[in-house]
């Protein structure tokens, strides 16, 4: 039998395969992507541990790391970013180079206050009033201990 003849008797099955296939791939890369941001999967490198901790005490121990550790405002930004720091992350991890506070990087800061701003921005409306204006946007110089708190021992401040 032809490759030609082979195909055409084959070709429903064919697509029906690949239909399978491509939702369960799919499926997969839906079910990483959101185990991938949890604090739980954050939490299983050796440098994270103090951090999970402490979120885990936190008023904001109900969200993913993702949720203010990576961009929002861009679809392919944020995967490409998620790729990026992941890929970051890893090299330390293995590499086990990781200092024993780790702070986050200028870019990291700047997605952070973004994401406060984004989740409460009919609070923070209120809240500008009387700062100075290279304050407005730097959620972290008053807020920095919310959800990690400032030693492994105490968790975020409670805001409830």
């Not at 064919?14 to 954050?42: K, Q, R």
Request: net charge neutral; charged share 20%.
């Amino acid at each position: 039998m032809e490759i030609k003849q082979l195909i055409q008797k084959h070709t429903l099955a064919c697509l029906a395969g690949g239909f399978v296939i491509g939702i369960a791939v799919c499926g997969f890369g839906a079910v990483f992507n959101s185990v991938s941001g949890s604090p739980a999967f954050c939490g299983t490198c050796h440098a994270m541990k103090s951090e999970q901790a402490t979120f885990a005490m936190s008023s904001h121990k109900n969200r993913a790391c993702v949720d203010c550790h990576l961009p929002h405002d861009n679809v392919a930004i944020y995967y490409i970013e998620k790729g990026r720091t992941g890929m970051i992350d890893m090299y330390h991890e293995v590499m086990r180079d990781y200092p024993a506070h780790i702070k986050l990087s200028e870019g990291g800061r700047d997605t952070v206050n973004g994401n406060c701003l984004r989740c409460h921005e009919a609070t923070v409306e209120k809240v500008h009033v009387g700062l100075a204006p290279q304050d407005t946007g730097d959620c972290l110089k008053c807020h920095s201990r919310i959800a990690h708190g400032s030693n492994h021992l105490e968790g975020g401040i409670k805001v409830e």
